[in-house]
């Protein structure tokens, strides 16, 4: 096994290694979007531009790094590098770096070496600007997928009205109703910082018991929005097969409908004095879920007649697909005056 890995490795190595054979390296640049906002958990794709010569240095090869920045238009992999980040997590797969949740980090320190090439590195740093907009979404629970319906056979003796039978397939049964959306307290102040003022958002979940914490700087256009959404509702369940019973063909049980989404959830907003000139900066709203999928017919049963085609039974119908939930109260805003020291 170990000898198969190391052949299966060795074609993708050889071709690393070939791609800068001979070459001298004239410019190597790290590229992004250079007035990207940057705030906690923002995604900034990154991508390499090599520029090599064999012999003179007017007459370049140029290699870009395929996947994030430049949107698939290029030729290098990110699996020739190797990506180090400080104050964010790198994602090989679409070449970007996720910025960290944690709203402290003013900073990312990137550092990108090539497996193959000693000679090629880069270091950066990135200063978070704490810009544009941030959204923050709090989701509740997707209802419960309906339960498919029985086969035909001695297990079900059917579920349509008046039609009572052996051979039929059984209706799919409904998707549950989404959960109600999270409820919860938005806490905004005011904190002087080395950049200036910026504007601190605390947010606490009620209804799961936990507390998030994100800033912005209104300097750079940053502002914050916060979402209660109601829970997706349930699929509903597909229908069951039927069966032939001598010249009787039993038709596909209906699919389940779908589960109604759930209803938006509860948003209560303190601001201090001193937060208030920001008031337009901050947008909440309370959200229904979304429907959930209808459920698919089942297979009605057929026969095969003298001309060799098939012959089927009635087919069952799609379930109907749910309701979007109701959009929540309307959030609550409050003034707090500050404490005089």
Same mark, same amino acid.
């Given at each position: 096994?170990?000898?198969?890995?190391?052949?299966?490795?060795?074609?993708?190595?050889?071709?690393?290694?070939? !791609?800068?054979?001979?070459?001298?390296? !004239?410019?190597?640049?790290?590229?992004?979007?250079?007035?990207?906002?940057?705030?906690?958990?923002?995604?900034?794709?990154?991508?390499?531009?090599?520029?090599?010569?064999?012999?003179?240095?007017?007459?370049?090869?140029?290699?870009?790094?395929?996947?994030?920045?430049?949107?698939? !238009?290029?030729?290098?992999?990110?699996?020739?590098?190797?990506?180090?980040?400080?104050?964010?997590?790198?994602? !090989?797969?679409?070449?970007?770096?996720?910025?960290?949740?944690?709203? $402290?980090?003013?900073?990312?320190?990137?550092?990108?070496?090539?497996?193959?090439?000693?000679?090629?590195?880069?270091?950066?740093?990135?200063?978070?600007?704490?810009?544009?907009?941030?959204?923050?979404?709090?989701?509740?629970?997707?209802?419960?997928?309906?339960?498919?319906?029985?086969?035909?056979?001695? $297990?079900?003796?059917?579920?349509?009205?008046?039609?009572?039978?052996?051979?039929?397939?059984?209706?799919?049964?409904?998707?549950?109703?989404?959960?109600? #959306?999270?409820?919860?307290?938005?806490?905004?102040?005011?904190?002087?910082?080395?950049?200036?003022?910026?504007?601190?958002?605390?947010?606490?979940?009620? $209804?799961?018991?936990?507390?998030?914490?994100?800033?912005?700087?209104?300097?750079?256009?940053?502002?914050?929005?916060?979402? $209660?959404?109601?829970?997706?509702?349930?699929?509903?369940?597909?229908?069951?097969?039927?069966?032939?019973?001598?010249?009787?063909?039993?038709?596909?049980?209906?699919?389940?409908?779908? #589960?109604?989404?759930?209803?938006?959830?509860?948003?209560?907003?303190?601001?201090?004095?001193?937060?208030?000139?920001?008031?337009?900066?901050?947008?909440?709203?309370?959200?229904?879920?979304?429907?959930?999928?209808?459920?698919?017919?089942?297979?009605?049963?057929?026969?095969?007649?003298?001309?060799?085609?098939?012959?089927?039974?009635?087919?069952?119908?799609?379930?109907?697909?749910?309701?979007?939930?109701?959009?929540?109260?309307?959030?609550?805003?409050?003034?707090?005056?500050?404490?005089?020291?």
């Amino acid at each position: 096994m170990r000898w198969l890995i190391l052949f299966l490795l060795l074609p993708t190595i050889s071709v690393y290694a070939q !791609k800068f054979e001979g070459l001298k390296i !004239k410019e190597q640049q790290l590229v992004y979007l250079q007035d990207a906002a940057l705030h906690a958990g923002a995604r900034l794709p990154i991508g390499i531009l090599v520029r090599a010569y064999s012999k003179s240095p007017d007459k370049c090869k140029e290699f870009r790094t395929k996947e994030g920045y430049f949107q698939g !238009k290029g030729n290098m992999g990110w699996g020739e590098f190797v990506v180090e980040v400080e104050g964010g997590r790198w994602n !090989k797969v679409k070449g970007e770096i996720i910025v960290s949740d944690d709203h $402290s980090v003013e900073k990312l320190d990137i550092k990108i070496t090539n497996r193959f090439h000693p000679d090629f590195k880069i270091e950066k740093v990135i200063e978070i600007n704490h810009g544009g907009t941030q959204e923050f979404v709090f989701e509740g629970e997707k209802g419960f997928t309906g339960r498919r319906g029985g086969d035909a056979g001695v $297990s079900n003796v059917g579920s349509r009205q008046n039609n009572i039978s052996l051979h039929h397939g059984e209706d799919g049964g409904k998707g549950g109703k989404g959960n109600p #959306g999270d409820s919860l307290e938005i806490f905004v102040s005011v904190v002087q910082e080395a950049d200036g003022e910026m504007v601190l958002v605390k947010v606490v979940n009620l $209804s799961k018991k936990k507390e998030y914490s994100r800033k912005f700087n209104p300097a750079n256009a940053g502002k914050i929005a916060i979402i $209660s959404k109601g829970g997706q509702g349930g699929d509903g369940g597909n229908g069951g097969n039927g069966k032939r019973a001598g010249t009787s063909l039993g038709r596909g049980g209906d699919g389940g409908d779908g #589960g109604d989404g759930g209803d938006g959830g509860a948003i209560f907003v303190y601001m201090d004095t001193k937060a208030e000139k920001y008031r337009n900066r901050i947008d909440v709203y309370s959200q229904g879920g979304e429907p959930g999928e209808h459920g698919r017919p089942g297979t009605p049963a057929y026969y095969v007649n003298s001309e060799n085609q098939r012959v089927y039974g009635q087919r069952g119908r799609n379930g109907l697909n749910g309701r979007s939930g109701n959009v929540g109260p309307a959030p609550v805003f409050k003034i707090l005056e500050l404490e005089q020291e």
